[in-house]
C-alpha cells in the first residue's frame, strides 16, 4: 500500500505550517523493503517483528540503521 503514503503525507501537510506530522510506516518492514517506505516518502518505518524475531537483534537493527541513512535522509531532505 505504498501509494497511501504520499496520500498520507499532503494531510499531514494540511495540518498547518507550523505543525510538523511524521508519517510512519508500519507493518510488514524489513530492511529489505523499507526503502520503499522512504522512497514514497515515509519519514521512519517501524520494523517490530523483524527486528525482535531476527537471530542477531543488533545486526538486523543495524541494517535498519544502514537503510535509514542511505534513503531516509535523501528522501525526506526537503520535509525534514
Do not use: K, W
Request: glycine share 6%; with cysteine; net charge negative.
Amino acid at each position: 500500500e505504498l501509494q497511501l503514503i504520499p496520500r498520507a503525507r499532503r494531510l499531514c501537510e494540511q495540518t498547518g505550517p507550523h505543525r510538523r506530522v511524521a508519517v510512519v510506516a508500519i507493518g510488514g518492514i524489513t530492511p529489505d523493503n523499507a526503502r520503499h517506505a522512504f522512497m514514497a516518502g515515509a519519514d521512519a518505518v517501524a520494523g517490530i517483528s523483524s527486528l525482535f524475531e531476527a537471530d542477531d537483534v543488533y545486526a538486523q537493527a543495524q541494517r535498519f540503521v544502514e537503510c535509514f541513512q542511505r534513503y531516509a535522509q535523501d528522501s525526506n531532505s526537503s520535509s525534514i
